[in-house]
């Protein structure tokens, strides 16, 4: 299996900007599909963005699309989640997984890290 470490979040006022970083340990990680969810307490899971393999293809949430960029280094093992002009409506744990084919689809995801908090303050 992947293990992934998730970093970068933290306290930011609104209109801040953050990226939060995720680096995986395991078998070859150009091999996985990338995505980001994050969840508030007590609401369900959602779907933030996506990255193919390449990184040519990207899926956003509509919620976030414009503001939130995600790319990714295979050289570095790692995927990134650049956030900019955030919203209180975005405090949340932010998780990044892994897939073996592009969806937006959390019950698609394999492997998940442990979450890191963001918290958007206005």
């Known amino acids: 299996q992947v293990q992934l470490v998730e970093s970068g979040g933290g306290l930011v006022q609104a209109g801040g900007s953050l990226r939060l970083s995720c680096a995986a340990v395991?078998?070859?990680?150009?091999?996985?599909?990338m995505g980001w969810f994050r969840q508030a307490p007590g609401k369900e899971r959602d779907f933030v963005a996506a990255?193919?393999?390449?990184?040519?293809?990207?899926y956003y949430a509509i919620s976030v699309k414009g503001r939130f960029t995600i790319s990714r280094d295979n050289a570095k093992n790692t995927v990134y989640l650049q956030m900019n002009s955030l919203k209180p409506e975005d405090t949340a744990v932010y998780y990044c997984?892994?897939?073996?084919?592009?969806?937006?689809?959390?019950?698609?995801?394999?492997?998940w890290g442990q979450g890191t908090q963001v918290t958007v303050s206005s």
């Open positions: 997984a892994t897939a073996l084919h592009i969806t937006t689809e959390a019950r698609r995801y394999d492997d």
């Open positions: 395991g078998r070859t990680f150009s091999s996985y599909r």
């Open positions: 990255i193919s393999q390449s990184g040519m293809t990207t």
